[in-house]
Antibody, heavy 121, light 107 residues
Framework: QVQLQESGPGLVKPSETLSLTCTVSGGSIGSYYWGWIRQPPGKGLEWIGYIHYLGNKYYSSSLKSRITISVDSSKNQFSLRLSSVTAADTATYYC???????????????WGKGTTVTVSS | DIQMTQSPSSLSASVGDTVTITCRASQNIDNYLGWYQQKPGKAPKVLIFSASTLQSGVPSRFSGSRSGTDFTLTISSLQPEDFATYYCHQTYSTVYTFGQGTKLEIK
């Protein structure tokens, strides 16, 4: 059974770069898209972006100038970097697997438990 | 970006009730719509994908439908464990977007 685990610093200073890694266990990172989603405290879900294991990547319009998502197939990991962070980037960050069923629609069927990142000096 | 307008933002209901949550897309998204349930402190869980396909293991009291750019999640015979926040999510464009969420509370 595939499991995802986010890891990274829980505290980042303003203007610095937030770096998170999602480790895929129980299965291969191949053949899927892998995504990042965040949720500010008490607010809704925000899509950040996603990447195919071969490297195709798609980013949120509002964040694309600051984000980089990458994949390391040899380690079965994918990563998120968000630069120039501010307090508005404080959130729980989730990684997820994106499935593509026959027909219409992609959806996230496996999620990490989430990691809380606070931006503060 | 495609906007997903979800309503209502909150809803009170009783065990045994049937409730409906709606999402309207700002443009055609075919059936590229999923519904997720989130409980406090937990990651979201997919309920429905492709607008109306029930994810494996999800109770049949959950159902989804589409009419044009309007999508509906219906929960029949509410159970205590159904009180949570629900989100719609479009994956038609390469820039995915979520609805604002609907918090379903016990009356």
């Amino acid at each position: 059974q595939v499991q995802l685990q986010e890891s990274g610093p829980g505290l980042v200073k303003p203007s610095e770069t937030l770096s998170l890694t999602c480790t895929v266990s129980g299965g291969s990172i191949g053949s899927y898209y892998w995504g990042w989603i965040r949720q500010p405290p008490g607010k809704g879900l925000e899509w950040i972006g996603y990447i195919h294991y071969l490297g195709n990547k798609y980013y949120s319009s509002s964040l694309k100038s600051r984000i980089t998502i990458s994949v390391d197939s040899s380690k079965n990991q994918f990563s998120l970097r968000l630069s120039s962070v501010t307090a508005a980037d404080t959130a729980t960050y989730y990684c997820a697997r994106v499935r593509a069923p026959p027909g219409d629609g992609y959806y996230m069927d496996v999620w990490g438990k989430g990691t809380t990142v606070t931006v503060s000096s | 970006d495609i906007q997903m307008t979800q309503s209502p933002s909150s809803l009170s209901a009783s065990v045994g009730d049937t409730v409906t949550i709606t999402c309207r897309a700002s443009q055609n998204i075919d059936n590229y719509l999923g519904w997720y349930q989130q409980k406090p402190g937990k990651a979201p869980k997919v309920l429905i994908f492709s607008a109306s396909t029930l994810q494996s293991g999800v109770p049949s009291r959950f159902s989804g439908s589409r009419s044009g750019t309007d999508f509906t999640l219906t929960i029949s015979s509410l159970q205590p464990e159904d009180f949570a926040t629900y989100y719609c999510h479009q994956t038609y464009s390469t820039v995915y977007t979520f609805g604002q969420g609907t918090k379903l509370e016990i009356k």
